[in-house]
């Protein structure tokens, strides 16, 4: 009789400890699954907060410009016209030459207006009546407003100067001066001569692209980089260029801002939250692997399912910035008991031989689903959901990003710090022509 009594209780143990085991895996699978329901891209890119930027001292700006518009101004004063100088009397001009010595600078004719100032340097010849062809050296001053755009271009961002806003501006100016003509003609001549030229220069410039900010190579498909913001300083010689994405962080808001140190010409601020969404788009794309054995390690039927929950920065140290990835472990064998563990792995972002680089230190258990829960935490410092999430942090804020038409860019005293919660990478960028490839 005892012994019937034993039995039935073990047994209604048994039943109670499975089926505990069994709702408690139901509930822990349901809360995996509701954690994967939400797309890591938004579908409306409109009214997207700043997610990235790119803050440019104007003399900077000069060197790149320098690289994309000679080439394109190397025949920018070429002209074959008729100039009225009486109501019915007209001369032939023909004129040839570029522009050269550009300078940028940011100019108040509009929130992301620039100027460009350089000199004529050419030659015009001029048939007038009654007397020989006249050949004349071309000299003078060009004063070009422009806005400055930021647009699209496939997945990357553009900064383009709109040569074909100019007129509608009205701020623009070019002062044509002809040498070694007869004072009356050359008083006649240089003023219709100089609007011609004018005109001319904006319909053969057109719109100069003079530098790209790349979509990270994070392998995502379907990323895109979407301008947001342009502010052009006069006072501080600075352009800001301000950039969404499509990947769903809505709480990664950076603050546009103008100020340089005065040992950059040159820095790069992104917000850390966009790389939640970024290693979930790749976990679903199967760029990094989502199933993982207890130890961390990669494999397609692992018990352990990763989700990536966060990261975030502390203050700039020594060594550079240090942050926290949060990851959630999920534990969902088919056989044995379901649960989750919260894992935070602690890294440093830092600048060696003025290229960023992303260490991990080590890595903290920090909740649970069940107490007391025993699980091989250490064993996930070197796991390859954290080295892919390192490689893709490192990524984001390459200055391979940077990208100029005809040029390359090389950087030094690079430093990382923080912006209101954000990476700042600033550096003293030059730039070198590629004197043998065509602008892009």
């Known amino acids: ?127 007038v009546p009654m007397l020989p062809i006249q050949r004349a050296p071309l000299r003078g001053t060009l004063k070009l407003v422009a806005p400055l755009e930021f647009e699209r271009e496939g997945n990357d961002a553009v900064l383009i100067i709109d040569g074909e806003k100019w007129a509608k501006l009205g701020k623009s100016d070019l002062n044509a001066e002809i040498a070694r003509l007869p004072p009356t003609w050359s008083k006649i001549l240089q003023g219709a001569l100089s609007d011609k030229l004018l005109a001319s220069l904006g319909k053969t410039v057109g719109r100069v692209k003079v530098f790209t900010i790349r979509a990270a190579d994070l392998g995502i498909e379907g990323l895109q980089l979407i301008p947001a913001k342009i502010i052009t300083d006069a006072k501080k010689k600075t352009i800001f260029a301000g950039f969404s994405t499509n990947l769903a962080a809505a709480d990664a808001s950076i603050e546009p801002t103008t100020l340089v140190k005065s040992t950059e010409n040159a820095v790069f601020i992104t917000h850390p939250s966009i790389l939640v969404p970024a290693v979930e788009a790749s976990m679903r794309s199967g760029k990094i692997d989502r199933r993982y054995t207890a130890k961390g390690k990669a494999k397609k039927d692992g018990p352990v399912y990763a989700t990536f929950r966060s990261m975030t920065l502390n203050e700039a140290d020594a060594e550079g910035v240090p942050f926290k990835f949060g990851l959630r472990l999920w534990n969902l064998p088919t056989d044995d008991k379901c649960y989750w563990v919260d894992m935070d792995a602690n890294g440093h972002v830092s600048i060696k031989d003025n290229e960023v680089a992303v260490s991990m230190k080590d890595v903290d258990l920090t909740d649970s689903s069940l107490n007391g829960i025993v699980f091989a935490i250490v064993e996930w410092q070197n796991s390859e959901v954290l080295e892919a999430s390192r490689q893709l942090l490192k990524k984001s804020i390459s200055k391979e990003r940077f990208n100029i038409p005809g040029g390359s860019i090389s950087a030094k005293s690079a430093r990382i710090t923080t912006y209101k919660g954000a990476l700042r990478l600033g550096a003293m960028l030059t730039v070198s022509g590629d004197a043998g490839g065509p602008p892009e």
């Open 1 to 127: 009789m005892h012994l019937r009594i034993a039995l039935l209780v073990i047994s209604l143990l048994l039943i109670t400890l499975g089926t505990s085991c069994s709702n408690q895996c139901e509930q822990i699978r349901s809360d995996y699954d509701a954690s994967l329901k939400a797309s890591p891209f938004v579908e409306n890119v409109e009214g997207l907060p700043i997610h990235a930027g790119v803050v440019l001292r104007t003399e900077f700006l000069n060197e790149v410009a320098s690289v994309a518009t000679e080439r394109l101004m190397g025949d920018a004063l070429s002209l074959t016209d008729q100039i009225s100088i009486a109501s019915n009397k007209s001369v032939s001009v023909k004129t040839e030459g570029k522009v050269i010595d550009f300078e940028i600078s940011a100019d108040p004719a509009c929130e992301n207006c620039v100027r460009i100032d350089g000199k004529l340097d050419g030659k015009v010849a001029v048939k």
